[in-house]
């Protein structure tokens, strides 16, 4: 699945709580979230706007 490059981190971890994932942690500035539909999956995000051609 491809992201849209103007989501920042905070609307990401917004739509993910909306798809059964909740907090379980934060360390720093990044949020560590977590579902346990269809098996345990976590996912860290960062709350800052995500650059990914910064990431290529």
């Given amino acids: 699945?491809?992201?849209p490059?103007?989501?920042?981190?905070?609307?990401?971890?917004i739509v993910l709580t909306k798809l059964g994932?909740?907090?379980t942690r934060q360390k720093g500035s990044h949020i560590r979230m977590t579902t346990e539909h269809d098996?345990?999956?976590?996912v860290t995000v960062p709350?800052?706007?995500i650059n990914r051609q910064s990431i290529l």
């Fill in 1 to 3: 699945m491809k992201l």
């Fill in 5 to 13: 490059r103007n989501l920042s981190g905070t609307d990401l971890a």
């Fill in 21 to 23: 994932y909740a907090v």
């Fill in 39 to 42: 098996g345990v999956h976590h």
């Fill in 47 to 49: 709350p800052f706007p």
